[in-house]
C-alpha cells in the first residue's frame, strides 16, 4: 500500500481544471503520508503531457497513449485502471465528479471491491478508532461530504479496503503549483497488456459536444436566488440585479427543483462550487448542500426575510427584508450612483 493516486481526464490535449485541483489537494496529502503523488493520462497525443501535471507536485506519471482511448470509452479505461490498481496497490485514489468520474468510478471501485464515496467537499488524513473491536487505524482518508439531504457533514473512512476511493466536483478544491520546477518519471502503460479485445468493440463515430453558455466558475460576481424568490416570474429581478452588477445569476437546489431557474445555474454540493469576488444570496437559507458551493466567496450578501436563516452565518452582510423591495431598491441605488 503506498501512493496517492490521481486519475487525469484529458481533453483536445489538455488537462481538466478538476484533475488539477485533486493533483493539488494529492500531492498533499502524499505529502501528509510520506509517499508519492502518481498521476495516470490515458488518451491519444499524449506528447509532452507531462509539463502540465509535474508542477502540481506529481511524482510518477502513468501514460498510456494509444488511438483508441481518445475519445473516452468505459470499458477500456476501467480495465486500465483495475489492473493498474491491482499492480500497483496505492492507498488513494481520487477521481473528479464529473460525467467520466461517475461513469469509471463505480467500475472500478466494484472490480477492486474497494468502495467509493462521491461527490466529498473536502480529503484530509486522520486516524479512526473501531467502537465494536477497540481496533485503531491511522492516517486513513477522511472522506468528508454532507449527506441526508445536506442536514449533517458526514465524516466516511475505508478501514479494510484498498485504494480508498472518493471523486470530487470540480471547484471544490484549489488548483495551485506545487512547484513550477518539480519534476517526476514518465512510465508508459503497455495498453494491449491490460486490456482485452472485448474492451474494445465501440467505437465513437462522430461526437457532438455543446459548449456551456453560463460561466458561473469564472464570474467574479455571482447573484443567486433560491425558494424565497417565491416564483419563476420574481425569478427575473436576480436577472435584473445581475445585469445592472455585471454578473452572473445562480440558484440553489430547492429553487432549480421548483422550476424557477435551470438547472446549469445551480451552485451547491449537486451543482457548481464558485469562488466569485461578490456572492448576493436572495431568498436561500444557507443549507450546508448550498454552501458548500459558495461558502470560499471573498464576500457574501444575504437577503433574506428570516434573521436567523443558516446562510446569515456566512454573509458579511445581512440585509432582512423582502427581496421584491431590497432588490429593486438595490438596482436604483447602484445605477443612481454609477453615473
Known amino acids: 500500500m503506498n501512493s496517492v493516486f490521481v486519475y487525469c481526464e484529458i481533453e483536445d490535449g489538455i488537462?481538466?481544471?478538476?484533475s488539477l485541483e485533486l493533483l493539488t489537494k494529492g500531492r498533499k496529502l502524499a505529502s501528509r503520508l510520506g509517499t508519492d503523488l502518481e498521476a495516470v493520462v490515458l488518451g491519444s497525443g499524449?506528447?509532452?503531457?507531462?509539463?502540465?501535471?509535474?508542477?502540481?507536485?506529481?511524482?510518477?506519471?502513468?501514460?498510456?497513449?494509444?488511438?483508441?482511448?481518445a475519445p473516452y470509452t468505459t470499458l477500456p479505461h476501467a480495465s486500465i485502471l483495475v489492473n493498474l490498481f491491482r499492480q500497483e496497490k496505492p492507498q488513494i485514489a481520487l477521481m473528479g465528479a464529473s460525467s467520466i468520474g461517475r461513469d469509471l468510478g463505480p467500475r472500478v471501485s466494484s472490480a477492486l471491491h474497494s468502495g467509493l464515496t462521491a461527490d466529498c467537499t473536502s480529503?484530509?488524513?486522520?486516524?479512526?478508532?473501531?467502537?465494536?473491536?477497540?481496533?485503531?487505524?491511522?492516517?486513513?482518508?477522511?472522506?468528508?461530504?454532507?449527506?441526508?439531504?445536506?442536514?449533517i457533514v458526514a465524516t466516511i473512512v475505508n478501514p479494510e479496503c484498498r485504494p480508498q476511493m472518493a471523486t470530487v466536483r470540480e471547484?471544490?478544491?484549489k488548483k495551485e503549483i506545487f512547484d513550477a520546477n518539480h519534476k517526476g518519471t514518465v512510465k508508459n502503460i503497455d495498453v494491449d497488456a491490460f486490456t482485452s479485445p472485448e474492451d474494445f468493440v465501440i467505437h465513437v463515430?462522430?461526437?457532438?459536444?455543446?459548449?456551456?453558455?453560463?460561466?458561473?466558475?469564472g464570474a467574479s460576481i455571482i447573484v443567486a436566488g433560491g425558494y424565497g424568490v417565491g416564483s419563476k416570474e420574481n425569478f427575473q429581478l436576480i436577472h435584473d440585479l445581475a445585469d445592472v452588477?455585471?454578473?452572473?445569476?445562480?440558484?440553489?437546489?430547492?429553487?432549480?427543483?421548483?422550476?424557477?431557474?435551470e438547472h446549469e445555474r445551480q451552485i451547491g454540493q449537486t451543482g457548481t462550487t464558485v469562488r466569485p469576488k461578490l456572492y448576493i444570496a436572495c431568498g436561500i437559507s444557507g443549507q450546508i448542500q448550498h454552501t458548500a458551493g459558495m461558502q470560499e466567496?471573498?464576500?457574501v450578501i444575504a437577503i433574506n426575510t428570516?434573521?436567523?436563516?443558516?446562510?446569515?452565518?456566512?454573509?458579511?452582510?445581512?440585509?432582512?427584508?423582502?427581496l421584491n423591495v431590497v432588490i429593486p431598491k438595490m438596482i436604483q441605488y447602484y445605477k443612481k450612483n454609477s453615473k
Request: aromatic share 8%; proline share 4%.
Open 171 to 173: 471547484g471544490v478544491m
Open 205 to 217: 463515430i462522430e461526437r457532438q459536444i455543446e459548449k456551456s453558455r453560463i460561466n458561473l466558475k
Open 306 to 322: 428570516d434573521p436567523n436563516a443558516p446562510i446569515n452565518k456566512f454573509a458579511d452582510y445581512v440585509i432582512t427584508g423582502d
Open 15 to 18: 488537462i481538466a481544471d478538476v
Open 46 to 69: 499524449l506528447e509532452g503531457v507531462e509539463k502540465q501535471v509535474y508542477p502540481y507536485g506529481v511524482d510518477v506519471l502513468w501514460k498510456g497513449d494509444d488511438k483508441r482511448l
Open 297 to 299: 466567496s471573498s464576500m
Open 123 to 151: 480529503l484530509e488524513i486522520g486516524d479512526h478508532e473501531d467502537a465494536k473491536t477497540g481496533k485503531v487505524y491511522h492516517d486513513l482518508l477522511y472522506q468528508i461530504r454532507p449527506a441526508f439531504g445536506g442536514n
Open 245 to 261: 452588477l455585471g454578473g452572473e445569476v445562480g440558484a440553489s437546489r430547492a429553487a432549480v427543483d421548483a422550476g424557477f431557474c
